[in-house]
T-cell receptor
Framework: DTEVTQTPKHLVMGMTNKKSLKCEQH?????MYWYKQKAKKPPELMFV???????INESVPSRFSPECPNSSLLNLHLHALQPEDSALYLC??????????????FGQGTRLTVV | KNEVEQSPQNLTAQEGEFITINCSYS?????LHWLQQHPGGGIVSLFM???GKKKHGRLIATINIQEKHSSLHITASHPRDSAVYIC???????????????FGKGTLLTVNP
């Protein structure tokens, strides 16, 4: 199984809603990532989890709250978002820390629209 | 200046043509990745390489570490190859920590039948 599965595929939410994005992988990867991608732009790194611990937060606003309940799951909790937060949210995983980088596997993304 | 530059930004080809997409980078890297993204879709990793050349089917990727340059070639292109091709480089985020992927802006390839 070399898949990273993201749910839901599409999400429309109001600015006062609370929702969560989910990401799952069963490749035994110990590094997991959240990226945000606006239309026709490259992905921007948001968070990195390593061995279920948050290792990098790229100055992301607190209305985005990541969570890694176990080594296979990564969540992104959303609260009080703004319309400019509408984007494709991509999850990725890789083998983890080590002497050499390893291949990154990406999910299909969640297309988020904030109304 | 972007740390990862790709060219061309847009490329239109006829089915069967040989295609080359170029990537130059200005930072020290541990590896270079070529990724494919179909419109509105997720990203698929095509290659990860740190030296030399790799081939997978009709796709070939090369890297020249000294010149900080990589190329992605597609032989006998097909309309299903139409997608955005993204070059990304791995570098350490902080010492002893994970790698960070820095992405180029992508090349939109359209292959017409």
């Amino acid at each position: 199984d070399t898949e990273v599965t993201q749910t839901p595929k599409h999400l429309v939410m109001g600015m006062t809603n609370k929702k969560s994005l989910k990401c799952e992988q069963h490749m035994g990867h110990r590094a997991m990532y959240w990226y945000k991608q606006k239309a026709k732009k490259p992905p921007e790194l948001m968070f990195v989890y390593s061995y279920e611990k948050l290792s990098i937060n790229e100055s992301v606003p607190s209305r985005f709250s990541p969570e890694c309940p176990n080594s296979s799951l990564l969540n992104l909790h959303l609260h009080a978002l703004q319309p400019e937060d509408s984007a494709l949210y991509l999850c990725a995983s890789s083998q983890g820390q080590g002497a050499s980088p390893t291949e990154a596997f990406f999910g299909q993304g969640t297309r988020l629209t904030v109304v | 200046k972007n740390e990862v530059e790709q060219s061309p930004q847009n490329l239109t080809a006829q089915e069967g043509e040989f295609i080359t997409i170029n990537c130059s980078y200005s930072v020290g890297i541990s590896a270079l990745h070529w990724l494919q993204q179909h419109p509105g879709g997720g990203i698929v990793s095509l290659f990860m390489l740190s030296s030399g050349k790799k081939k997978h089917g009709r796709l070939i990727a090369t890297i020249n570490i000294q010149e900080k340059h990589s190329s992605l070639h597609i032989t006998a292109s097909h309309p299903r190859d139409s997608a955005v091709y993204i070059c990304a480089v791995s570098s350490f985020l902080i010492r002893g920590s994970n790698y960070k992927l820095t992405f180029g802006k992508g090349t939109l390839l359209t292959v017409n039948p």
